[in-house]
DNA sequence: CATGAATGAGCATTCATTCAT
DNA sequence: TATGAATGAATGCTCATTCAT
């Protein structure tokens, strides 16, 4: 429960809120106190720098797309599982677009900042390591650890770019092709397996 | 060609420099004058605006990748072509390394700015129409092109992805795990046409 | 005596060490609480004020030159006794130049504060009294009481302006030009008298 | 001759007055730009950081006073010169009360800034340097070296002292005590010379 | 072609203080 | 008695930009 500050969760709402819509520089302690109707003050009374708050608000970002992947029915097809955790990260949806938008915003922040680059390490690990059981389930543990290791990599840079892709450009990239071009990558990864192919390939 | 150009080339190599090292916040027209050794008026006699300091640095940016691109030296071996293409893509050296850094700054701030998305768009464009023809020889044009197209987005979102995971962690994924996620992945997706396997494979 | 100044002479205290250390710049309510180990609302809770802190700080700190003065020996010389009280009020080792600089801090500040501005001048009055009377007794009562309060105006004003500057300047004055300097304007205004001249000069 | 900027004297000026009226503490950029009816951003163009303005002020604080005691007639009467020059660094009129307030407030500061330390040693030292001097003439050169640089280091401290006192004080020493000070102390150092005696004691 | 003076909005942060508990 | 949440004004400073030269 940790009632812990219902404050303190509308702030890091508002940090995520502007930086959906209008990226990470537009974030300013100014902004996001009137964004959430409270003091400058009250602000820095809950993260005294900016940088704790940036960390704060990616953290609830990350765990926001964890708990929606977590709460994914899964069922006995572990091959349909799989796709369906990976069309859950593409930016599919308005919500979904947002979602990306602030994840990408961050991760590129992550690049010369060390505490956001911890915070994207950590979670690209986690990712990684359930995907890496996932393709160890989806092919019958008939693939040695590295080959699953190395196709979750894959995948994952696969959702991450398609997200890039969507999220910086306007339409350059439609819904249809996002899932298309994982059906088509997992397709190949597990063609010789006994996943059951893709309908949709 | 004119004298003009050099000038301008050590701003533009001045803002990229500058990006590859502290990100692009740290891009300021006095950091850009000090680093270009000129003076702060110089820089905004050749770019007025900050907006087109960044987008002449962001097209020099994707200018010099295609360059390197451009010049590879591709044999009859169409399948192998597309991989080195794609190996030449991945932040494999440092000087590859601070590319990708440049590229995905810029790439991110296009999420938020209607030039650099513009730039983005056109770049990934020229890439994908690229990639595109080369699958269609790759696979001795036995696929449909609509397939040939959802490859292309497909190889480079893995590439762009790896980068991204490369460049805003330290160290979490390495150059040998860059190039087998890329081998793994056009291997799956040209296993059932009469292109050579990977030898690395 | 009551268990309230405990607390209170620890914030006192506190601020006595930042002053010294730091400069009277450097008081806030924060740093206090800090230095003292306390909350940032305790030390509002004895000192509501910024200002009354400083002022009981500066009293604080006065008081202790004054017991310092008062438990020193006196002879039956009163030369000897002049020239040792105003031997005390110099910065002749760390913990009486960390004094200094308190007090220098504190009168300076003075200038524009009216509430230090009336402690300041009650420090000054009761100090002039005494040596005052020092002057009397160490004249043998041949000096008229006017001569008497020049002198103690005269003798005050050199120590101040001497530990003035041996705490603005990095060691530009030593201990021994310092104890020297008081010996030789007193020897000047006793020379006349039947006082024991100095016997360091 | 070096027009070198009637605004950075315009600034150095506001600094001053400010300093004078309300303290250091009261000196800001914001305030500065102000006084001297500027825009803030044209304040720190002149002085990048608010330490370069407080030094920039205080070695102009100086330099004027240095220019009044220059510009003093000096007769033949040695020991009349010396004592019109103590006289000139006392806070005798508003002017040069404000004077001293100034001083006062940059050489407090002096204890806790390296730089505003370096200038008010410089200062010191000059000035030690002339009335050593001074002392020299003034006693026919009967002292040895080492007794005229005490004699300048006690002086200093007097007239420093008692101006300390005049300014952090309302009216508690009044102007005909100050240059009586002086001129008690002056007697007594010059007592045993040729040096005419004062005529005020 | 190149400079640098001048501007004012904006930044993150520190501050003393009030108030409910 | 002691705490810490909340506030908003103020701080020094950086910024992109305009303009006269």
Redesign the interface.
Known sequence: MSTRSAREAALTDAVMTIVAE??L??VSVREVAGAAGVSIGTVQHYFPTKEQMLAAAYTEAVDRIRARVEALPLGSDAGRNLRSVLRQLLPLDESRRAES?VY??F???????ASL?EI??AT??ELHTALTDAFGRATGEAWPPS?CR??A??V???????A??A????G??DTA?LT???D??L???L??TAATPSATA
Chains 1, 2, 3, 4 share one sequence.
Do not use: Y
Not at 107 to 113: D, G, N, P, R
């Open positions: 209008h990226g520089e537009r938008r990408l915003a991760a590129a922040a992550a690049a010369t900042s680059s994207q390490q690209l690990t080959r190395l196709a990599h894959a994952i840079a696969l959702v991450d770019g398609l890039l892709h999220v910086t450009t306007g350059w990239i092709q298309d071009a994982v088509l990558v397709d190949g990864l063609v010789d």
